[in-house]
T-cell receptor
Framework: EAGVAQSPRYKIIEKRQSVAFWCNPISGHATLYWYQQILGQGPKLLIQFQNNGVVDDSQLPKDRFSAERLKGVDSTLKIQPAKLEDSAVYLC????????????FGPGTRLLVL | AQTVTQSQPEMSVQEAETVTLSCTYDTSENNYYLFWYKQPPSRQMILVIRQEAYKQQNATENRFSVNFQKAAKSFSLKISDSQLGDTAMYFCAFTFRTGANNLFFGTGTRLTVIP
């Protein structure tokens, strides 16, 4: 069974530029998550989708971050414009459903904003 | 507020020895799941072990076992017969049984297995 796929693996941009990350969850997983992991910290949820609907985006900085999950499968996370403090690893995860289901993580995208 | 505390930022253990990583958490909810995830230098977060809070029996997975003390809100991970491949960051996390499935993570413990 294929795992969670993410691209790109690394990205370097200058502040005020825009960037987009892509995630393909495990086949059949209805729930998809985007986490931000700043160096030295545990991951923090940015947004959670159930199929193509948003379940929780309370921690998403909506003035610069946006995310979508068209057709309830792949998802993209965009940052526009990027700030220095957005430098982090962006992790995508998926689970079969909610209610304590185990989340499976992708390899992450490491973003450096200069 | 939901919090997870891992009080040991770094630990080391000799190969083949046993090590225990500590984790405490705080929640007012009664139904939840606890997890230990491993994050090697490649950065892929990998599930190590999962515990259902309503189960008394401690979860085990090969060389990995937990000591779950619900009243004390403690969830430690024991790694037996440590191997070089166990070198990684270890994160303790929990999520609720109902509602959204958001994982609340601790800050991690960096474990180094010494040959």
């Amino acid at each position: 069974e294929a795992g969670v796929a993410q691209s790109p693996r690394y990205k370097i941009i200058e502040k005020r530029q825009s960037v987009a990350f892509w995630c393909n969850p495990i086949s059949g997983h209805a729930t998809l998550y985007w986490y931000q992991q700043i160096l030295g910290q545990g991951p923090k949820l940015l947004i959670q989708f159930q199929n193509n609907g948003v379940v929780d985006d309370s921690q998403l900085p909506k003035d610069r971050f946006s995310a979508e999950r068209l057709k309830g499968v792949d998802s993209t996370l965009k940052i526009q414009p990027a700030k220095l403090e957005d430098s982090a690893v962006y992790l995508c995860a998926s689970s079969y459903s909610t209610g304590g289901e185990t989340q499976y993580f992708g390899p992450g995208t490491r973003l450096l904003v200069l | 507020a939901q919090t997870v505390t891992q009080s040991q930022p770094e630990m080391s253990v000799q190969e083949a020895e046993t090590v225990t990583l500590s984790c405490t958490y705080d929640t007012s909810e009664n139904n939840y799941y606890l997890f230990w995830y491993k994050q090697p230098p490649s950065r892929q977060m990998i599930l190590v072990i999962r515990q259902e809070a309503y189960k008394q029996q401690n979860a085990t997975e090969n060389r990995f076992s937990v000591n779950f003390q619900k009243a004390a809100k403690s969830f430690s991970l024991k790694i037996s017969d440590s191997q070089l491949g166990d070198t990684a960051m270890y994160f303790c996390a929990f999520t609720f049984r109902t509602g959204a499935n958001n994982l609340f993570f601790g800050t991690g413990t960096r474990l180094t297995v010494i040959p």
